[in-house]
């Protein structure tokens, strides 16, 4: 098991505002992730970590950004909210255990812009 | 390129009847599958994960999978549904060693009295 912590769970906020969604982990894993999930729609990859230091785009582009200066903390985002920026955000961390890795998420943070 | 088909976005059962949820998948190298459960308002929550080892892989609050490499298939199955099972289901595949997941689209399990 992994605990992962994602905060805020809910926000609601106005376009333009510049908004950060903080995710964390304790258990010391190298890998994280930020995953897009619109209602009744599959999860989609925006960003990802391999380590401290590394940040890459994942298959869904992604007007957000992610940073990674400790290994326990991989923050997303967003400049300037839009509508458009509406949807559920999910972290994830990978526990590296006998037969490969395996993800496991964060309880997630929907976000409303207006 | 790896892909995730789940063939049913709904699937309805009642209670103590058996549950029957369907996933295809296409992957260029040995893939590792999961199936993850999202409950309303909730993050995704591991069932299970097969990993080249038993092709019947067990998981957590009673259900299993079987991986058919000759189908290309590794549908979720559970004994005698629960009212709590009500969910979404998401099938998933990782090529062995990228880390990377390609998710299903879904499948909503809705459980009647």
């Known amino acids: 098991e992994a605990d992962i912590y994602q905060t805020p769970r809910y926000l609601v906020i106005g376009t333009g505002k510049k908004i950060t969604l903080e995710c964390s982990q304790t258990?010391?894993?190298?890998?994280m992730y930020w995953y897009q999930q619109d209602p009744g729609m599959e999860l989609h990859l925006i960003h990802y970590?391999?380590?401290?230091?590394?940040?890459e785009k994942g298959d869904l582009s992604s007007e957000s950004t992610v940073s990674r200066i400790r290994t326990e903390h991989f923050p997303l985002t967003l400049e300037s909210a839009r509508p458009s920026h509406t949807s559920q955000y999910l972290c994830?961390?990978?526990?590296?255990?006998?037969?490969?890795?395996?993800?496991?998420f964060g309880p997630g943070t929907r976000l409303t812009v207006l | 390129a790896q892909s995730v088909t789940q063939l049913d976005s709904h699937v309805s059962v009642s209670e103590g009847t058996p549950v029957l949820l369907r996933c295809n998948y296409s992957?260029?190298?040995?893939?590792?599958l999961f199936w993850y459960v999202q409950h309303p308002n909730k993050g995704l929550q591991l069932l299970l994960k097969?990993?080249?080892?038993?092709?019947l892989v067990k998981g957590i609050n009673g259900f299993e999978a079987e991986f058919k490499k000759s189908e290309t298939s590794f549908h979720l199955t559970k004994p005698s549904a629960h009212m709590s099972d009500a969910a979404e289901y998401f099938c998933?595949?990782?090529?062995?060693?990228?880390?990377?997941?390609?998710f299903g689209k879904g499948t909503m399990l809705l459980v009647s009295p």
């Open positions: 994830a961390s990978t526990h590296k255990g006998q037969g490969g890795d395996t993800q496991y």
């Open positions: 258990m010391g894993h190298d890998k």
């Open positions: 970590s391999y380590g401290v230091n590394s940040t």
């Open positions: 992957s260029s190298y040995s893939p590792s």
């Open positions: 097969y990993t080249s080892a038993a092709t």
């Open positions: 998933v595949v990782s090529d062995s060693g990228y880390s990377t997941l390609t």
